[in-house]
């Protein structure tokens, strides 16, 4: 790179040496020997610019300078996320203390103190409703008293347990920062539902208004596949009966002259139609519990809970109304370990509840089965051999 | 699966090369270099990055993030100090091939019309990067409007920090709409580095002990000019082929 132009250099020199000797008119022996080399120099001497290189640079007009600041802006854009990923490869990193998946019997005192579940908040700020939770003070906050905590937390794993097993619909309310990926996590664990955001005041008091006119994509899953075929034959059942009872009461009335028959038709295919209407209508549900990491700051959605007649379990802290939840847990509610512990023990509990609940299920389909096939085949004896023992008898 | 957009914990790795660090890069790094930048000093950075933002708010960012947000922060100093050096370490190492060819056209077209021609901007680049007293990094860095130039940092600066933002750009008379543009708002001059040399002693005294030019001259034989095509914006106007 540099030889080349040297090269240029010692071509352009040479013409002009020649016509000096020549103007002189005296040819002398230094004018044919060769130029010295240049001194040697640790830096090399500034090549020439050459414009003849690539021809003459284009001009920038005003016409094109629009078009190149948006080309460079776009391409730039597109370069910096691919530097962005220069420098490190990332790959998601998982802390087993994070994680939510313990058994109210793995929580043990010393695990909790760890997680700093004991450090209420100062002691000025105390509800004094809380006085039987508290162990005592220290450097001006109360102590919560562990054993409390532990027997709360399993009272309220038992009842979340037991509302997972009786098909119950739990929600579980994170609205802080720190909280929104522990309800989400404990959540999907236990295959129930959460809440991250803001609650909507009136979701349980006012729900038309707030949910009736969102459009949703639910599917409704069952708890056991095999119990679908007999829960839609039962409900069909229900529906042939609701006309039946409809035809006695309004029948003669609304379809003057019809026959018995008919009018028994008509019935059914009203309800089917209701029935249709009401599978393709929104469905707006209650929670049958409501689990809430802070309390402290959903008072509104707790007081609809009192007036909707929905249980809630809350974490307390020695500033909260315990008797703003159904099951209050005394823990300290700043600590983020401490809050995931005692979501994963719940979300565990809903999960056991769940599973408890479908082995149930499919024992008593299973069942169900079993006997229909031996009711069936005793049927089919009785068919064969029946008429032969009445005759008999 | 993380449902919201909280961030989980991530945890940083070195990037794969695209060659094999233990074949070294002839004529321009023997295999022992190679094998001393990446697979003991980068994975000391990557640790030491790693350690230091874990628990705070800057543990699932990319590397280029933790630069910015914590360069302006005097309490997070070596984590500035390791990151930086991380992602110019992988980025010097990815500009590399153990496969070079020779230099391309287009190339050498764009960087004729910045620096008036190709051999003008080798040497540019060479001078900087000599007249680096010290370690330090010697940079091609592309500035928002296109503009070309070459830059130093030293020891473990990035051309993303290098240059604070001037303040008082903004002109008299300027609207409502203008006060609230970002780029008064951004701490430092937004560069975009196309192409970077260590300049730093580790990497090469153990090849050439103090001789730096013969360093600089053989870097040249090993840039892989196809990734630093990719980096460049096509500035020349009326052109075509769009960049």
Known sequence: MFGRSFRVLAHSARPLRQLSTEAAGAATPAASAPPPPPPAQLTTPMPEVSVREFGKPPRRTKKYAAQDAQRIRQHLARLRPRLQQTGSVQTDLVRPSEMLDHESSQLTLEAMMAAGMHLGHCTSLWNPMNLRYILGEREGIHVINLEETLAAVRRAAHFVRSVAYEGGLILFVGSRKEHRQMAVDAALHAEQYFITGKWLPGTLTNPKPLLGKHVTYTEDVWDVEEARELAEQQQERLLVQRAEDAVQQQGKRRFKGASGQQRFMKMVEEEKERASREADSLHTYKPDLIIALNPLECQTMLAECRLAHVPTVGIVDTNCDPRAVSYPVPCNDDSVRAVSMVAGVLARAAKDGLELRRERLKKAVDEHYRNASENAAANALDKQYGAAGEERE | ?243
């Open chain 2, 1 to 243: 699966q993380r449902v919201l957009a909280v961030a989980a914990a991530r945890y940083h790795q070195p990037a794969m090369l695209p060659y094999k660090p233990e074949n070294g890069l002839a004529p321009f790094l023997s295999p022992q270099s190679v094998d001393f930048l990446y697979n003991m000093r980068q994975i000391e950075l990557i640790n030491n990055v790693n350690r230091l933002s874990e628990g705070t708010e800057l543990e699932s960012k990319t590397l280029m993030n933790v630069i910015t947000d914590s360069a302006l922060d005097p309490n997070k100093v070596p984590l500035t100090n390791n990151a930086s050096q991380a992602w110019n370490m992988d980025f010097f190492l990815q500009s590399l091939t153990d496969d070079p060819r020779p230099l391309r056209d287009d190339v050498r077209r764009t960087i004729a019309e910045h620096f008036g021609s190709f051999e003008r901007f080798q040497e540019t680049f060479t001078q900087c990067a000599l007249a680096l007293f010290g370690n330090g990094w010697t940079w091609l860095v592309q500035s928002d409007n296109g503009q070309l130039s070459v830059m130093n940092t030293f020891n473990a600066g990035s051309p993303f920090t290098a240059i604070p933002s001037v303040k008082n750009a903004v002109p008299k008379g300027a609207s409502y709409a203008s006060i609230n543009r970002t780029t008064s708002r951004r701490p430092f001059t937004r560069l975009t580095p196309i192409l970077g040399l260590s300049m730093w002693q580790e990497a090469f005294v153990p090849d050439y002990g103090i001789d730096r030019e013969t360093y600089v001259s053989r870097f040249w034989d090993v840039v892989n000019w196809s990734v630093v095509n990719e980096r460049l914006a096509n500035t020349r106007s009326g052109s075509r082929t769009d960049a």
